[in-house]
């Protein structure tokens, strides 16, 4: 809702939920784009031009068949490492679409923002780690057992048969 925001990168490891959280962020938008440049390498020719961003965004309503409003639509770019141009590309929606919503994700990131920089202030970061144990039985609808967890100092056998089956 933030009107000065900027495109967010979600940095992480390997499945930490990146992705999931995003498709279930997006529930909150009319329109929703994703562009999967692991599963579509197509989807990368897109950026492949000197375009601005307005007619990138043209190119990828045209692609997949989704008209894009910017102030309404959220436009996710996931495993943006394998496409070097879309990330440079952020930037430029931060200047010419301000009130495009965009996230873009990968989990080999580290090695392409290492090689290629970001600049400051046009990108916004966000990490994701992944869940302790605790907070995984928590999320699962089982404190209880983590409450059992921290405060029994000997842990029935059945007991410890349910947790090592959530681990």
């Not at 309404?72 to 496409?83: K, N, P, R, V």
Request: hydrophobic share 40%; aromatic share 10%; charged share 25%.
């Amino acid at each position: 809702n933030d009107p000065l925001r900027m495109p967010l990168i979600l940095r992480g490891a390997r499945q930490v939920g990146k992705s999931w959280l995003v498709n279930t962020f997006s529930k909150q938008f009319e329109t929703y784009i994703e562009l999967n440049f692991d599963l579509d390498e197509q989807a990368c020719d897109l950026f492949s031009s000197r375009l601005d961003p307005v007619q990138i965004l043209e190119k990828i309503s045209l692609y997949t068949g989704i008209k894009i409003e910017q102030s309404s639509s959220l436009l996710f770019l996931d495993e943006i490492q394998e496409c070097p141009s879309a990330l440079k590309m952020l930037r430029y929606f931060k200047e010419k679409c301000p009130k495009l919503h965009v996230i873009a994700a990968g989990s080999l990131l580290e090695f392409l923002l290492e090689k290629i920089g970001m600049p400051v202030g046009r990108v916004q970061f966000l990490y994701c780690y992944p869940l302790s144990f605790g907070e995984f039985l928590s999320a699962s609808g089982r404190a209880d057992l983590r409450e059992h967890i921290k405060t029994s100092a000997i842990i029935d056998r059945t007991i410890h048969n349910r947790i090592l089956e959530y681990l």
